[in-house]
């Protein structure tokens, strides 16, 4: 099978494909297995991410990154998958946290964190979830209280991708009182020796074994005003709103691209597999199931190319982000769950790729927003 090239590729995206393609392939892969049990990665990958160029791609240069686009971050995130090496954060730490930086930061705070983290120095996280609010942000608990130059922050976080690992935390929280959306503040949260910051469990997920998820912890911990994201109070709400759509769009890439994958590997092994003394590939459900899939795919990619030509554009708005991640998420799990069925009982060995897939691919549906709150956005539209 030969694999989709998108439109908006070109020679220097092809190169970045390939050294991603590399560096996951001699860095990754061969560890996914063992960062799965560990349930995180190696703290010095981010390091060798950062040797390599590719974190922050689409970061200024003044700031240490790459000086790329969304297709830099998108090309990312296809060859991880392509590769099997979904356990590193990058399109959480570059993808997203890089974004508020760049796009909110003061001066001071771009000049202090994005060059870190393009580096590896810095790993980072974006804590919004609490364990009583999901996809609700207004009714976060989180508080920043001002004291003197500080914010006293109290408050708990679930679910927090790269949270183990994280030196960096953008913490959404309350630093008003008036009850609306003029409440939340991101603040930026240096975690090296703070005083009245745990990190609680590392969470036992269905998939994503080798993705750290934790429990982050906030007793009284102080944190200078300066690092309130932008110098202005009551701004966090905008700020997710406006960031929210790359977010949901880097969904929507991982989607297609399981996709393909799936159907890669399926054929492989339907051609390889024999039932019956025949190839399981001659047997025409198989191959119609396939052939429906392989169509699905082409249709994904073909919206999803669509989506990130309007985004590089500047003209992809919150519905079309939301349209692409709540189809595409769950074309994804419905091609990967057909898929499963044609490995049989192989399917659900998670030694076969296709097991980890199905695993993995759930999740998708939830967070970036329940595909439910998707579809509540778009309604808004009609």
């Known amino acids: 099978m030969s694999k989709h090239r998108s439109s908006w590729m070109d020679k220097d995206l092809d190169q970045v494909a390939d050294l991603a393609r590399n560096f996951f392939t001699k860095y990754c892969t061969p560890h996914e297995e063992r960062w799965g049990k560990q349930q995180h990665v190696d703290r010095d990958v981010w390091n060798k991410a950062g040797e390599h160029g590719l974190l922050c ?5 003044e700031y240490g990154g790459g000086g790329g686009t969304f297709a830099h971050e998108a090309v990312l995130a296809i060859e991880q998958v392509r ?14 946290v890089a974004h508020y930086i760049n796009a909110y ?5 771009k000049q202090a964190w994005l060059p870190k983290m393009a580096s590896g120095e810095m790993v980072a996280a974006i804590a919004m979830t609490e364990p009583g609010t999901g996809s609700d942000l207004q009714s976060i608990a989180t508080k920043a209280v001002k004291d003197g130059d500080d914010y006293v922050i109290n408050g708990a ?3 927090i991708s790269n949270g183990w690992l994280a030196d ?9 009182n008036e009850g609306g959306i003029g409440d939340i503040s991101l603040i930026g949260v240096e975690t090296a020796d703070l005083a009245g910051f745990s990190r609680g469990r590392n969470l036992e997920k269905l998939g994503q074994h080798g993705q750290d998820t934790v429990e982050l912890n906030f007793s009284d911990v102080r944190v200078a005003q300066t690092n309130l994201l932008g110098g202005a109070e009551g701004q966090g709400f905008i700020q997710l709103m406006q960031q929210l759509p790359q977010e949901r769009l880097l969904l929507a890439v991982a989607a297609a691209a399981t996709i393909e994958k799936a159907v890669e590997v399926s054929v492989e092994y339907a051609k390889d597999r024999k039932a019956f003394g025949k190839p399981l590939f001659s047997f025409q459900n198989t191959k119609f199931v396939l052939a429906e899939c392989d169509t699905l795919a082409t249709v994904c990619w073909t919206y999803l190319d669509d989506c990130i030509a309007k985004h590089l ?3 992809l708005d ?17 091609v990967v769950d057909r898929c499963v069925q044609i490995f049989g009982g192989y ?3 998670t030694e076969y790729p296709i097991a980890r897939m199905y695993a993995d691919s759930r999740v998708q549906k939830i967070y970036g927003g329940a595909n439910e709150i998707m579809k509540e956005l778009i309604a808004r539209s009609l």
């Open 347 to 349: 399917g659900y060995m």
């Open 313 to 315: 554009a500047g003209e």
């Open 57 to 61: 791609v689409s970061i200024p240069e």
């Open 157 to 159: 976080k679930t679910f």
């Open 83 to 96: 590769t099997l090496a979904p356990s590193l954060g990058i399109a959480v730490h570059s993808g997203i």
């Open 168 to 176: 960096l935390v953008l913490v959404v929280a309350k630093t008003g």
């Open 105 to 109: 930061g003061t001066e001071d705070q």
């Open 318 to 334: 919150v519905t079309g982000a939301a349209k692409a991640k709540w189809w595409l998420t769950e074309q994804q799990c419905t």
